[in-house]
């Protein structure tokens, strides 16, 4: 290389070129920033662009989140409608079966093998029958019907074998299911 050429050319240089570099070399500095501006520039409209669509999806995730609130209310409120009719029936139907006449049986007992079953209830007991076998257990006819504070007078003489029972179970007409009936003691 000829430095010869290097130094006359740096030699020629004068002052007024300076000024003319630098503004060179500060336009390509600004060149630099503006790039990098423009891509930061676009890099922000992007994540705006993409903002914008999330705010959206939100929106529309919100409006779908009001209406099935909307719908799940509605159905709470015809439920608890339900659940209160319910109730309403519930409570009228137990109002009546309470305020219907009952069948209330109970035995007594008179004296030596003699004892009476009395329906101290206000309604009528039709076929009453004994559930099971008492063998101790005299003069209990078929088809036996009591109305209200009606007595029935039936024997009962238990022995070794076969000693009064301490609790009978009877069915009638419209009870299915065999109630007991504590048998009192005599007391000989």
Known sequence: MNWGYARSWTASLGWGDWPAWLACLAAVVALVISIRAQRDGRRSANAAEKSVAAAEASVEEARLSRLASERSATVAEETLADQRREAAERRA?????????????????????????????????????????YPAMRSWPAGLSLGENEPHTFMMAGDYEDPVPAVIKVVWDGQDEPVSLRVPQNNA
């Open 93 to 133: 139907a137990e109002e009546e079966e309470a305020s219907r006449p009952r069948v209330d049986l109970r035995i007594e007992y008179s004296g030596g093998g003699t004892f009476l079953l009395f329906n101290q209830g206000a309604a009528r007991a039709e076929n009453i029958r004994a559930v099971g076998k």
